[in-house]
């Protein structure tokens, strides 16, 4: 199992661009995770998900989207970057249960 | 809202001997799950240690194993025989027991920055 994976592993916008961070998981987990990291900060959860079809905003949701078509990947989406967006990402699955979550390698996103 | 507090920035530790990293949460709730995750510069995000709260025995994993008392609500981590390998970001992590959505998220410490010196 390759577990979870993002693309790219690091990535520089201009103000106003916008991308996307890919996840995939092949652990077939029903909860996803997308997380930031902020310079000498712990995680933030930014969106989540229970299930295909179905998502939910986390604590830090603005200037962000999500997707979940399917059980293996949970995109996410930047519109309109900004410099408040820079910040390694993370991406998370579990089986929604008591047990711990397994994480993706991050993408360090960069926004000038 | 719950919230963890690692009040140690950095650590540092010779090779060989024992470090004790500090983590402390305050939650209102008496069922949840506790974690320490090891953050090596590559930034992968590794489960080091989870503790379920209804359990009196602290967990053990190998070198790691964690003290953890609920009624201060506190959770160190402690490293026996501390390996260059070791040298890493540390998160405590908090999780509530409670099933669904938002509630399964992490919440995350500062993180402590730990240092083995050779």
């Known amino acids: 199992n390759a577990g979870v994976t993002q693309t790219p592993k690091f990535r520089i916008l201009k103000i106003g661009q916008s991308m996307t961070l890919q996840c995939t998981q092949d652990?077939?987990?029903?909860?996803m995770y997308w997380y930031r990291q902020d310079p000498g900060m712990g995680l933030k959860l930014i969106y989540y998900s229970v299930g295909a079809g179905i998502t939910d905003k986390g604590e830090v949701p603005n200037g962000y989207n999500v997707s979940r078509s399917t059980t293996e990947d949970f995109p996410l989406r930047l519109e309109l970057a900004a410099p408040s967006q820079t910040s390694v990402y993370f991406c998370a699955s579990g089986p929604g249960t008591v047990y711990e979550q397994y994480f993706g390698p991050g993408t360090r996103l960069t926004v000038t | 809202a719950q919230t963890v507090t690692q009040s140690q920035p950095e650590m540092s530790v010779q090779e060989a001997e024992t470090v004790t990293l500090s983590c402390t949460y305050d939650t209102s709730e008496s069922d949840y799950y506790l974690f320490w995750y090891k953050q090596p510069p590559s930034r992968q995000m590794i489960l080091v240690i989870r503790?379920?709260?209804?359990?009196?025995q602290n967990a053990t994993e190998n070198r790691f194993s964690v003290n953890f008392q609920k009624a201060a609500k506190s959770f160190s981590l402690k490293i026996s025989d501390s390996q260059l390998g070791d040298a890493a970001m540390y998160f405590c992590a908090y999780r509530s027991a409670r099933m669904g959505g938002a509630t399964n998220k992490l919440i995350f410490g500062t993180g402590t920055l730990l240092a083995v010196q050779p």
């Open positions: 503790q379920e709260a209804y359990k009196q």
């Open positions: 652990m077939n987990h029903n909860y």
